[in-house]
Nanobody, 123 residues
């Protein structure tokens, strides 16, 4: 079973930046797609960004141009660079992975999940 551990969350003012990291227990990102999801208080978990082993990416509309997902296979890590953060980005962010190579925005298509990291953006 793949273990995923997120880090990098915190409190930031609107307009600021954070970089989330998700470290995997093995060398998986050359064979697994990866994604970030988030869940705000009182809301359902939603898709944020995804990346395939070949580097194809997809983003939800609300973060396009502000967030960037990337992987470092040598470090077994997937990142989410978040710039120009807004209060509505406040949520628990989760990374996810699956041993498939196509893009997917559905959480049902990911079988491995991290424990989440809190991101809070103040106005």
């Amino acid at each position: 079973q793949v273990q995923l551990v997120e880090s990098g969350g915190g409190l930031v003012q609107a307009g600021g930046s954070l970089r989330l990291s998700c470290a995997a227990s093995g060398r998986i990102f050359s064979t697994h797609r990866a994604a970030w999801f988030r869940q705000a208080p009182g809301k359902e978990r939603e898709f944020v960004a995804a990346i395939t082993p070949s580097g194809n990416t997809n983003y939800t509309d609300s973060v396009k141009g502000r967030f960037a997902i990337s992987t470092d296979n040598a470090k077994n890590t997937v990142y989410l660079q978040m710039n120009n953060l807004k209060p509505e980005d406040t949520a628990v962010y989760y990374c996810a992975a699956a041993p498939l190579t196509s893009l997917s925005m559905s959480e049902l298509r990911y079988g491995n999940w991290g424990q989440g990291t809190q991101v809070t953006v103040s106005a």
